[in-house]
């Protein structure tokens, strides 16, 4: 008796351990969901609170921040194998390569607003610069090598027209080694190239300050007052999800010195009897980019998703600036400025700073989005701009047509130029090379 009553205790113990184990195994599992959902409330709550506190910052202490070029944006900037600073360099004049990547009259995309030797420029060296890398080099331009890694690819541009001119770029650059069809075309804010045969496109959607606001007409935008919503941007964003690549850009447009915020959301941007708050223009920038922010993190699965975002791009208004002629700017400059230490005076360093810093706290939340520091290269190319030369949308005034001085762009940039430059360390990020 004594051994059958040990067998049947040796039975029960079995199944006890059995279904303890099995408790204590479901009872893990459950632990691990809760932790997992509340580590992920608090990733997004300590990233709020990050940007929380960076919204609190006053215009007066903003004001004090001093923005080292070479200095900053180290946390958002990704450094090579071998530790090369794509971004840290000087244009070497170089027309016995492969300069220029595209001929002008060869590229069937080209825009009027960037067709410089079409509307009447004649002379072409700011076409042969190559920019040089002081510690390496930078692969070079293999288009058809490229366009085998972009099959399937959707790459989108969204920004202002800067981002326009380097979307433009993009596609000359691109075009040449893509056989079979290819399209292009245009859908209010959404602009688009499709390589049919390879599923590549390459996108451009116009969203100036990223948030909605009063100049998101891609076609009519010329207007007195700036006024946004703030914290609006699902109406933009729907058009991006579902890019492989997202290069965004948003800078001119804030150099204002205030910004009007709607407020009340629900408002119509172009109504007449809205309410508003008008805010410094550097305080309302940094609020725009803590609700695209916020997007990126509930929206972008980095995995899948590349982000980059592209610095601040010179101006050359003031010739004075590289000690050129009082009262004039780019028109007829045909050499960059040859001083390495030269600044352009226009050049927002507290806003370089305020993206640097929104920047490295999506990092830090998770999502991480390439700064392309493209600003110190732009500097020196006061040579490149379309100033007079190219298509006129609007009718010139009786004093610009006398003193066409008056009516340079020095903005935005001639094709090919400057922006192939920034499409090749672009894609050199892209590729991981």
């Known amino acids: 008796m004594g051994r059958k009553h040990h067998v049947v205790l040796g039975l029960w113990d079995m199944q006890t351990v059995i279904q303890f184990s099995l408790f204590i195994f479901l009872l893990g599992g459950l632990t691990l969901i809760i932790y997992t959902n509340s580590n992920q409330g608090l990733k997004t709550s300590k990233f709020e609170a990050a940007l929380m506190s960076s919204s609190n910052t006053t215009t007066t202490k903003r004001n004090a921040q001093v923005f080292d070029h070479e200095k900053s944006l180290k946390v958002t900037q990704l450094s090579f194998t071998n530790g090369c600073d794509l971004f840290s360099g000087r244009w070497v004049h170089d027309n016995k390569s492969h300069y220029p990547l595209y001929k002008e009259h060869e ?36 288009g058809k090598a490229i366009v085998e890694k972009l099959k399937g690819k959707r790459i989108l541009f969204v920004g202002d027209s800067l981002n326009r001119n380097q979307w433009n770029s993009m596609i000359c650059m691109l075009q040449p080694s893509i056989p079979g069809v290819k399209k292009a075309g245009g859908d209010l804010n959404l602009y688009t190239f499709k390589a049919m045969d390879y599923n590549i496109s390459v996108d451009f959607y116009w969203a100036p300050m990223l948030v909605e606001s009063n100049g998101d007409s891609s076609t009519n935008h010329r207007v007195g007052d700036r006024v946004v919503k703030i914290k609006a941007i699902e109406k933009h ?64 699965d980095t995995s899948k998703t590349k982000l980059f975002f592209m610095g601040a791009t010179a101006t050359h208004s003031r010739a004075k600036g590289w000690k050129g002629k009082n009262h004039a700017n780019c028109y007829r400059e045909t050499e960059p400025v040859t001083n390495v230490t030269f600044r352009e005076s226009k050049t927002n360093r507290q806003m370089q700073s305020i993206l640097d810093s929104s920047l490295s706290k999506l990092k830090a939340a998770g999502v991480n989005v390439q700064y392309m520091n493209i600003t110190k290269l732009t500097e020196y190319r006061k040579d490149a701009h379309t100033t007079i030369y190219k298509k006129i949308w609007h009718p010139l005034t009786e004093v610009e047509n006398k003193n066409p001085q008056r009516s340079s762009d020095c903005s935005h940039w001639c094709l090919p130029g400057v922006p192939d430059t920034w499409n090749e360390i672009l894609l050199a990020y892209i590729l991981g090379r």
Request: charged letters at 25%; proline letters at 5%; one cysteine or more.
């Open 237 to 300: 964003a729907r058009h991006w999800a579902d890019a492989d690549i997202l290069v965004f850009n948003s800078y001119h447009w804030w150099k204002l010195p205030v910004v009007k915020l709607l407020r009340n959301v629900g408002s119509l941007l172009d109504d007449p009897n809205n309410e508003y708050d008008e805010v410094d223009s550097l305080l309302a920038y940094e609020m725009s980019l803590k609700t695209w922010s916020k997007w990126a993190l509930t929206h972008i």
């Open 107 to 142: 590229c069937p995309y080209i825009e009027g607003t960037f067709a410089c030797q079409t509307y009447g420029r004649n002379e072409s060296k700011y076409q042969q610069w190559r920019w040089q890398p002081y510690s390496c080099d930078f692969p070079k331009f293999d």
